[in-house]
């Protein structure tokens, strides 16, 4: 079974950055991914972001492409979000998310089968 904890985040200004980090632990013996999805106040849950964890894959979602950069730590086992020129729309909870698949996947079912964890909240301020 696989644990996933979100940390970081927290309040920006418009034009700033800041970086979310998602832990996994537990049975990481399997090949999948891992995807930063977000969720703002009266909206659906997006994905952001993602990265295979064999090959390091990555995917983007056209909101953030150019800003915002996904890596992996695997010594830390810790995926690392990182958020650059952040706009008031970035402000949502972002959530972490880790299923035996691949970024694609993730993308395809909303990590709908995967674990997520209890999300950090980000806030942009203009």
């Known amino acids: 079974q696989v644990h996933v904890s979100e940390s970081g985040g927290g309040l920006a200004q418009a034009g700033g950055s800041l970086r979310v980090s998602c832990e996994v632990s537990?049975?990481?013996?399997?090949?999948?991914?891992l995807g930063w999805f977000r969720q703002a106040p009266g909206k659906e849950r997006e994905f952001v972001a993602g990265?295979?964890?064999?090959?390091?894959?990555?995917a983007y979602a056209d909101s953030v492409k150019g800003r915002f950069t996904v890596s992996r730590d695997s010594a830390k086992n810790t995926v690392h979000l990182q958020m650059n020129s952040l706009k008031p729309e970035d402000t949502a909870v972002y959530y972490c998310?880790?299923?035996?698949?691949?970024?694609?996947?993730?993308?395809?079912?909303?990590?709908?089968?995967?674990?997520w964890g209890l999300g950090t909240p980000v806030t942009v301020s203009s």
């Open positions: 990265i295979d964890w064999n090959n390091n894959n990555t």
């Open positions: 537990g049975d990481t013996s399997e090949k999948y991914a």
């Open positions: 998310n880790v299923d035996s698949t691949t970024v694609s996947g993730l993308m395809a079912d909303g990590g709908s089968f995967g674990t």
